[in-house]
């Protein structure tokens, strides 16, 4: 019997499995990782997979290996490098059960990653967002279901896979509106959302009904969407939307686009983009160089005054709410002294939702 079939094996069971209880989608990506090197070290071996040993694996193997996944399958660098992933686990496994390949795997596991240009992330403002939210058809059931869909995810900032996952007893429509939801690494979520978004989503449940452990967004049959349904949902009412949002047109808008929704103004006097409170940190961030472009659609819900964050009003005196009124004499004088908690000025009026003002510094005579 060879040496790799019963490790690998061992690796999914044992090491995946027991061990390290990974998730369904780690052993997923691994599988197919490693059925993909399996049949291109047999085309290129002539070899069954039951039949190889380690040794068909070394350095030169796998690095064919990845150039085919780029050259042949046309992978982009960053599954290259999770495919590679994939094999150092179990090669890191493996130099512990075989030290005679000692050689072997440390010329595997030296094998590097490869570096590729960061894309820059696409985002959608305001405008764009109001006219993605009105492109489904409500007059029919699946119109209001995408509807419901598309203004939780640009509200919570939600994953594809936290999406599918929703049940109907993971929405909270009463006080303290929220939605919970085990995302990424396993980690449970509860993001709030506004009073807009429980309307709409009140009126989805109505209309859903069903039980509490049913999917919150069905398909046809009642079962989950599948992660390319959203994505196929997404791209086709982005396409209508484009109709009449030309600035969506040049927008490749998927599901991870949703989550970075830029919340601030497109006046040209704004400067900063504060972070929303909603959705997760990628949700908010501020991209470059386009923050003060006006797309040219009209914006069609009555939220995006709401999603806007302006500068804070002048008062009775003219001044911006937080200003201190030593803030003159502090830069005439070049006096600067200690942040404390009597010298940081509150301001007068509570910051709206996502508004990270900070304190002006005070100082005395």
């Not at 999770?82 to 686990?89: H, V």
């Not at 409170?277 to 160089?289: E, K, L, Q, V, W």
């Not at 964050?309 to 830069?331: L, M």
Request: aromatic content about 4%; some cysteine; overall charge positive.
């Amino acid at each position: 019997m060879s040496a790799l079939a019963p490790t690998l094996e061992a690796f999914f069971t044992e090491r995946l499995g027991n061990q390290l209880h990974a998730s369904p989608n780690t052993v997923a990506a691994y599988r197919d990782a490693w059925r993909l090197l399996l049949g291109f070290v047999q085309q290129r071996t002539g070899k069954l997979p039951c039949r190889l040993d380690l040794a068909d694996l070394d350095s030169e193997t796998i690095a064919a290996f990845l150039n085919h996944l780029e050259q042949k399958r046309n992978n982009t660098i960053r599954t290259r490098n999770a495919r590679l992933a994939a094999i150092r686990s179990f090669f890191r496994f493996a130099s512990l059960r075989h030290p005679e390949h000692a050689a072997l795997v440390a010329q595997v596991l030296a094998i590097p990653t490869k570096r590729g240009e960061q894309p820059e992330i696409s985002y959608l403002i305001g405008q764009e967002i109001d006219t993605l939210l009105t492109a489904p058809d409500r007059t029919s059931w699946t119109g209001r279901r995408d509807h419901a869909l598309l203004d939780l995810t640009v509200e919570t900032g939600l994953r594809v896979s936290e999406l599918t996952g929703l049940r109907n007893r993971d929405i909270e429509l009463g006080v303290g509106a929220h939605v919970r939801c085990t995302g990424k690494g396993r980690k449970s979520r509860c993001t709030p959302i506004s009073k807009d978004t429980v309307s709409v989503m009140r009126t989805w449940m109505q209309e859903r009904q069903g039980e509490s452990g049913d999917p919150l967004f069905p398909s046809r049959k009642g079962g989950a969407l599948s992660r390319g349904a959203v994505e196929d949902l997404v791209a086709k009412h982005a396409a209508n939307a484009a109709r009449t949002c030309p600035s969506l047109a040049a927008k490749h808008v998927t599901p991870h686009v949703l989550r970075t929704v830029a919340p601030w103004s497109s006046s040209a006097q704004e400067s900063t983009a504060p972070r929303s409170p909603y959705g997760s940190a990628t949700r908010g961030s501020r991209p470059p160089s386009e923050a003060t472009s006006t797309p040219t659609c009209p914006s069609k819900n009555a939220r995006s005054p709401e999603r806007r964050h302006d500068k804070p009003h002048p008062d009775a005196t003219g001044r911006p709410t937080g200003y201190s009124p030593f803030s003159t004499a502090c830069k005439s004088k070049a006096i600067m002294q200690p942040l404390s908690r009597q010298n940081l000025h509150s301001a007068r009026d509570p910051p709206r939702a996502g508004h990270n003002r900070l304190p002006y510094i005070s100082c005395g005579s």
